[in-house]
T-cell receptor, first 113, second 110 residues
Framework: NAGVMQNPRHLVRRRGQEARLRCSPM?????VYWYRQLPEEGLKFMVY????????ESGMPKERFSAEFPKEGPSILRIQQVVRGDSAAYFC???????????FGPGTRLLVL | RKEVEQDPGPFNVPEGATVAFNCTYS??????FFWYRQDCRKEPKLLMS???SGNEDGRFTAQLNRASQYISLLIRDSKLSDSATYLC???????????FGRGTSLIVHP
């Protein structure tokens, strides 16, 4: 049973470009969470999705960031017009049910030049 | 007061030592609790869940004190490989978003 998968593992973008991060949850999991972690800092919640629905996006910046979890395919975190401050590790986690154990993917490390 | 607080450390201990971390939480209605381990530049990995009755897994023991609103993690006979950051996670209490502590850094030296 494959774990949570994320790709790409590393992504380099120039300022102003778009970044697309993908997350495939564990088999059977329909709850997906995205987190951002800056160097030497803790995990910051961004958005919680359940198939086709955004349940909570209170941690996501209002501009440039969006997330989706379509009926088919992975969850996507999209960052438009990236800036240097977006450089961070972005982790996705999935759970079988709400408030149950979350399992994390290996993360995508975004570097904005 | 932060929702979940941990002493960032680092805790610097010799191999074989016993070390304990605490984590306090502010929402008395919180329902589930976990300890995760995060190695440098890696993803957090579940270490153990924390039950009201306590939970032991080999050298690791986790306890919950609802009255004082804290959870603890005890590591016995520390190994070099235990060096990592330990994250406390609190769930429930009116929110379905888990709250992560900032983590406690443990360094085990020879």
């Amino acid at each position: 049973n494959a774990g949570v998968m994320q790709n790409p593992r590393h992504l380099v973008r120039r300022r102003g470009q778009e970044a697309r991060l993908r997350c495939s949850p564990m088999k059977g999991h329909s709850h997906v969470y995205w987190y951002r972690q800056l160097p030497e800092e803790g995990l910051k919640f961004m958005v919680y999705l359940q198939k086709e629905n955004i349940i909570d996006e209170s941690g996501m910046p209002k501009e440039r960031f969006s997330a989706e979890f379509p009926k088919e395919g992975p969850s996507i975190l999209r960052i438009q017009q990236v800036v240097r401050g977006d450089s961070a590790a972005y982790f996705c986690a999935s759970s079988l049910r709400q408030q149950e154990t979350q399992y994390f993917g290996p993360g995508t490390r975004l570097l904005v030049l | 007061r932060k929702e979940v607080e941990q002493d960032p450390g680092p805790f610097n201990v010799p191999e074989g030592a016993t070390v304990a971390f605490n984590c306090t939480y502010s929402n008395s209605a919180s329902q589930s609790f976990f300890w995760y381990r995060q190695d440098c530049r890696k993803e957090p990995k579940l270490l153990m869940s924390v039950y009201s009755s306590g939970n032991e897994d080999g050298r690791f023991t986790a306890q919950l004190n609802r009255a004082s609103q804290y959870i603890s993690l005890l590591i016995r006979d520390s190994k070099l490989s235990d060096s990592a950051t330990y994250l406390c996670v609190v769930n429930g209490g009116g929110s379905y978003i888990p709250t992560f502590g900032r983590g406690t850094s443990l360094i085990v030296h020879p």
